[in-house]
Structure formats: C-alpha cells, structure tokens
C-alpha cells in the first residue's frame, strides 16, 4: 500500500512558478505511475499530469502542457510537479495519485480513473 503526502503549494503571483512535492511511502511505490490531479470545490477532478513507473513518459492536460513538467525519483519515494508560467485559473487543490494497478499503464489515455488513491492536497494560489 502506497501512502501519498504533497507539499509546496502556496501563494504566488501570475507568472510565477511554484515546485510541488509528493512524498510516497511503501515498497511498492517503483512499480506503479504516479500522477497529479487537481479539484476545486464544487467541481470534478481534474487530471494534469502522470508518469511512467520508470520516468521515462509523461502526460499532460492540454490546460498545463508546456508549463509543467512532472518527475520523480524512485531511490527517494518522490515525485515532483514543476508549475511554470502559473495562471490564476490554475488556483486550486493539487493532489498525488498512485495508480490502480502496476506496471505498464497506457499513458496515452491517462486519466483520473487510472487512480486508486490521493493524498490529502495541498492548496495553490495564484494572484492576477
């Protein structure tokens, strides 16, 4: 079992970048794509970004692609979420995902169904 916590949300202008964190917990946590979504209140979740259990692919949402870039580091249990050129409409929770099964996972049709679990959130505020 994969136990997910984010950090580094925050307060930035527009414009700016902010560099959020996942910390994974469990032995498992090498075999499985890791994702990001985001949700505000009221409305569904929304997928932004996901990469392979290697690192070798990524997906995006067209809403973020070319302004973030995820990452992760498996000798360390992270993964990481590079926001670039933040936008006020980007002001929302972000979430950590861990992916419902392991291994090879289409990352052509990544989305947040292809999730069994997220972390708690941490919040990003972007000011105009």
């Known amino acids: 079992q994969v136990q997910l916590v984010e950090s580094g949300g925050g307060l930035v202008q527009a414009g700016g970048s902010l560099r959020l964190s996942c910390a994974a917990s469990g032995r498992a946590f090498s075999s499985y794509v890791m994702g990001w979504s985001r949700q505000a209140p009221g409305k569904e979740r929304e997928f932004v970004a996901g990469?392979?259990?290697?690192?070798?692919?990524?997906a995006y949402s067209n809403s973020v692609k070319g302004r973030f870039t995820i990452s992760r580091d498996n000798d360390a249990n992270m993964v990481w979420l590079q926001m670039n050129s933040l936008k006020s409409e980007d002001t929302v929770v972000y979430y950590c995902g861990v992916a419902r099964i392991p291994g090879v996972v289409d990352m052509t049709a990544l989305g947040v169904t292809d999730f069994r679990s997220w972390g708690p959130g941490t919040q990003v505020t972007v000011s105009s």
């Open positions: 990469i392979s259990w290697s690192g070798g692919s990524s």
